[in-house]
């Protein structure tokens, strides 16, 4: 995403009518954006903004929406190693002082809800969020790019489509073993969605 002024994009239907007047209107980092579009995988937009995947994040993080940002899209034809190897390539991002923010659910299941269950989990989610958990604490990215050797029904039912998995093969591939891990959230809503938060290193 390099426009210098993003717009905010509500893509998301059936929710409250005060999500859709939300206004996110951070700049952009069209400069950022195409130094990395010089790799000839990654391709410059300005016609798309920070959708809800970014803003519902960044309002929380950043409230006054003073710095600027940008948005990778994810392409579902890569393969989990592919990705992984793409979050490599951004890995220079974070010499140059850029935090790169993965946003997605380590769990996430919305057609098995369970509404009565706020703050429960499945038995599968927590077998999943735990092996996701283990991989990340031994810097294990190559693990993490192979969810399907941990069952292919597990991972079906952990995550039916893979959008909200992909982001943290990203986070993982520009991160090294020297990065200090830490959970500034852990827990999960409804049943079927992990809320765990990640953290590489630490935020200065």
Request: proline share 7%.
């Given at each position: 995403m390099a426009s210098?002024?993003?717009?905010?994009?509500h893509d998301f239907y059936g929710f409250p009518r005060p999500l859709?007047?939300?206004?996110?209107p951070a700049p952009?980092?069209?400069?950022?954006?195409q130094k990395l579009a010089e790799n000839p995988e990654i391709t410059p937009d300005e016609q798309w903004g920070l959708d809800h995947g970014a803003w519902s994040v960044l309002r929380h993080l950043y409230p006054k929406?003073?710095?600027?940002?940008?948005?990778?899209?994810?392409?579902?034809?890569?393969?989990?190693?592919?990705?992984?190897?793409?979050?490599?390539?951004i890995r220079s991002l974070r010499d140059q002082g850029v935090l790169i923010l993965g946003s997605g659910n380590?769990?996430?299941?919305?057609?098995?809800?369970?509404?009565?269950?706020?703050?429960?989990a499945y038995d599968w989610a927590l077998e999943f969020?735990?092996?996701?958990?283990?991989?990340?604490?031994?810097?294990?990215?190559?693990?993490?790019?192979?969810?399907?050797?941990?069952?292919?029904?597990?991972?079906?039912?952990?995550?039916?489509?893979v959008e909200h998995y992909l982001p943290l093969l990203y986070c993982m591939g520009s991160t090294d073993d020297?990065?200090?891990?830490?959970?500034?959230?852990?827990?999960?809503d409804f049943g079927s969605i992990s809320m765990r938060a990640v953290l590489f290193g630490k935020i200065t």
């Open positions: 210098a002024h993003p717009r905010t994009i859709y007047e939300v206004q996110y952009g980092a069209p400069e950022q954006a929406a003073d710095i600027p940002a940008f948005q990778l899209s994810l392409d579902e034809r890569r393969s989990f190693k592919e990705h992984l190897e793409l979050g490599r390539e380590i769990v996430h299941n919305l057609r098995r809800i369970a509404w009565d269950e706020p703050h429960g969020d735990a092996k996701v958990k283990a991989a990340v604490e031994a810097h294990d990215a190559n693990t993490l790019a192979e969810p399907q050797k941990w069952g292919d029904a597990l991972l079906a039912t952990a995550h039916p489509t020297r990065d200090e891990i830490s959970y500034p959230y852990e827990g999960f």
